[in-house]
């Protein structure tokens, strides 16, 4: 068996920021090095990740080269929550974690400035089907494979599949926040139009100025914006 990897610049905003989906692999697709990926090729792997480990393969950046190389580019920049194989090829889900270290950061605006646009697999092979010298028959076609990890890549071998969007930290407009304050702040909807009302529409305003672009954007935890909510809404409540 061989060692190999394969990259297809397939990525697509998602429901959160730092989180985003796209295609690890396409089935059917000549890549540069003239090999073809069979559907069904990622089943087995897939459901022995599940059995034996309870998760999916890591989420490396550049497969653990990472911007500079060293041991610690072997860390994992994310999480997959989602792999499986549909139509098109090895469908992934995943976030990027640490979203407050310098090299989450890097690799958050990468994505989202869409300059790190690439998926790539590590695998080896199991059940590989050799094509015939001289025809159009591809030179290898991958039936089946033990998927080492899926990693955010620059360069990507396969072209075929593109960036659409990342899911960024820009302001919602009215109607999804709204929609964030009732389902994740536990505000009523009266609640949460009266946040609005008397806040939101200010910051949108006020978030088109050059002084509001200049200053520096904090990093706040989930926890710490899930509890200024819990207590803004008990504020509200309590002036009823």
Known sequence: MVSQLREVRSL???DGVGTFEGYGSVFGVVDSYGDVVAKGAF????KQWKADRGQFPPMLLQHGGGFAGGAEDQVP???????REDDTGLYVKGRIIA???DIAKRVYAGLVENVLN???IGFMTRDVAYGKAGTDEPARTLKSVDLWEVS????PANDDARVTSVKSGALMDVRDFEQFL?????????DAKVVIAKGFRCAARDADTAERDALPVPMI???EVLSSLAALRADIQGAK
Do not use: C, N, Q
Request: proline share 0%.
């Open 118 to 120: 690439g998926l790539s």
């Open 152 to 155: 955010l890549v620059t360069y």
């Open 99 to 101: 979203l407050d270290t």
């Open 12 to 14: 697509a905003g998602t």
């Open 77 to 83: 920049i994310g999480v997959w929550d989602e792999m």
């Open 221 to 223: 935890t989930d926890d």
């Open 43 to 46: 089943k087995k792997t897939l």
């Open 182 to 190: 009732i389902r994740e702040g536990g505000f009523s909807r009266t």
